[in-house]
């Protein structure tokens, strides 16, 4: 089967949450979980965009928590694929937070999630192609490339 190449803007996903108090500690630091969960869906999202609703997540190959997130902050998460192998494809996830009083938005956390395309058995099915367009998408998909070989090796080793 001989499919055209997505383009990257096709599948890209933006979502945005308010973070409340059941989101966080007593401190009133979000938990990392509460934001991987979110970064799950929002992974899925672009995913099934690209390649269809039958996806599944395969890995969470790297996750960056630069600063803390708090109670009462937006938290929105934009997500775009990277890189697409035969069956799957490396989602990149970029969060920002949102103070709503001074109105500052900080690069909170990043992550990659590897997206697996399967048929109802749960079978790997082949993923359309990525057409990265602009010289920032080109670079996510030369990194991308060079993850996919770094998750490759590593899996070999096990």
Known sequence: M??????????????????????ANFAGVVYGGTILSIADGVAYVCAARHAGP??????????????????????????????????????GIKILAEDFKSGVKRH????????????DQGNPQSVPPILPQTDEEKRRYENGKTRRKARSLFRSQL
């Open 54 to 91: 039958n996806c599944v997540t395969a890995s969470v190959d790297r996750v960056d928590f630069r600063e803390p997130i708090k109670i009462g902050e937006l938290v929105t998460f934009q997500a775009s694929v990277n890189f697409v192998g035969k069956t799957s494809m490396e989602i």
């Open 108 to 119: 909170t956390n990043s992550c990659y999630f590897t997206m697996v395309l399967v048929d």
């Open 2 to 23: 001989n499919v055209d190449p997505k383009p990257v803007l096709a599948s890209r996903t933006e979502m945005s949450q308010l973070m409340l108090p059941q989101h």
